[in-house]
Antibody, heavy 121, light 113 residues
Framework: EVQLLESGGGLVQPGGSLRLSCAASGFTFSSYAMSWVRQAPGKGLEWVSVISGSGGSTHYADSVKGRFTISRDDSKNTMYLQMNSLRAEDTAVYYC??????????????WGQGTLVTVSS | DIVLTQSPDSLAVSLGERATFNCKSSQSVLYSSNNKNYLAWYQQKPRQPPKLLIYWASTRESGVPDRFSGSGSGTDFTLTISSLQAEDVAVYFCQQYFSIPFTFGPGTKVNIK
């Protein structure tokens, strides 16, 4: 059974940093691209970032480019999102999602339960 | 960026009746090399993460009831629930994975009439 477990969310002041983790199990982690998608309270879904199965390709939404960094450690079956220079508008539930293939251009077939990030003073 | 619009914003349907909603893309998401539409549909129930229903515009994900079906190509897509059940109350989002940034539609909220 595929399981994705996010952690690392919490309350942070504007300008601060957080690192989210997504621990994966139930599939061959290194064979799949992985993504982060966020959802602000009461709002729709916004794709944030994707990393290919090899880790050699990463992409970001313009809203987070230069501030967020996606990475993966296949030895730990874990994906990360390093978030710096956080803003109030980054407040959201952050979902980890498994892509359906190793290529970034694939749909999301499994989602974690999400972790809440709140940026506020 | 590809913009996805969904209609209607919300929909109330009687149990057992058909529910149909639409997703329109600002650009074609049909990749000519493989003739696949890079369009997925997700269902999100309150306080839950999204769940994949349909990918490649019309392929039903394993385990998804066959009352859910997707159709369309290029820029115009439809999700149909052939016989609405109480457990189908949710928001339905379309998403394109044709080009980065990947984008989602704003969602259609489905309720019971």
């Amino acid at each position: 059974e595929v399981q994705l477990l996010e952690s690392g969310g919490g309350l942070v002041q504007p300008g601060g940093s957080l690192r989210l983790s997504c621990a994966a199990s139930g599939f061959t982690f290194s064979s799949y691209a992985m993504s982060w998608v966020r959802q602000a309270p009461g709002k729709g879904l916004e794709w944030v970032s994707v990393i290919s199965g090899s880790g050699g390709s990463t992409h970001y939404a313009d809203s987070v480019k230069g501030r967020f960094t996606i990475s993966r450690d296949d030895s730990k079956n874990t994906m990360y999102l390093q978030m710096n220079s956080l803003r109030a508008e980054d407040t959201a539930v952050y979902y980890c999602a498994k892509n359906s293939g190793s290529n970034c251009y694939s749909h999301f077939d499994y989602w974690g339960q999400g972790t809440l990030v709140t940026v506020s003073s | 960026d590809i913009v996805l619009t969904q209609s209607p914003d919300s929909l109330a349907v009687s149990l057992g009746e058909r529910a149909t909603f639409n997703c329109k893309s600002s650009q074609s998401v049909l990749y000519s090399s493989n003739n696949k539409n890079y369009l997925a549909w997700y269902q999100q129930k309150p306080r839950q993460p999204p769940k994949l229903l349909i990918y490649w515009a019309s392929t039903r994900e394993s385990g998804v009831p066959d009352r859910f079906s997707g159709s369309g190509s290029g820029t115009d897509f439809t999700l149909t629930i052939s016989s609405l059940q109480a457990e189908d109350v949710a928001v339905y989002f379309c998403q394109q994975y044709f080009s980065i940034p990947f984008t989602f539609g704003p969602g259609t909220k489905v309720n019971i009439k």
